[in-house]
């Protein structure tokens, strides 16, 4: 940029906005982006992040774990129970033909008369 210094403070985020300014217009063009994490991030706050969490053993256990935080909060968001989901989920995908698969994600989602008559009781 003309009139700026290379090691001026300002040019440093201005050129981090200039590299990535396709990925940044892209909310001008589909509403449903936002432009900062505070949804998610308020999304979060409820689920419950203890110690434990910090200390996964390994990078393949806080894959896991980042794996089943993402499910839980991904029914929620959806308005569905997740425990009620994933037992329900955990019973039926063996039997399902992948081809159905999709009919258990959260948004898809219609609970088995097992779950139905749980959650009505």
Known sequence: ????S???N??????YLL??????????HDGRICLTNNAAERALRG??????W?????DRGAERAAIMATLIMTARLNNIDPKAWLADLFARIADMPQSRLHELLPWNWTPSASVASTQAA
């Open 1 to 4: 940029m003309p009139g700026l």
């Open 19 to 28: 590299n990535r300014w396709d990925g940044f217009a892209r909310f001008a």
């Open 6 to 8: 290379r090691s001026s």
């Open 47 to 52: 689920f419950a992040l203890g110690k434990a």
């Open 10 to 15: 300002v040019i440093k985020p201005i050129n």
């Open 54 to 58: 910090l200390f996964a053993g390994s």
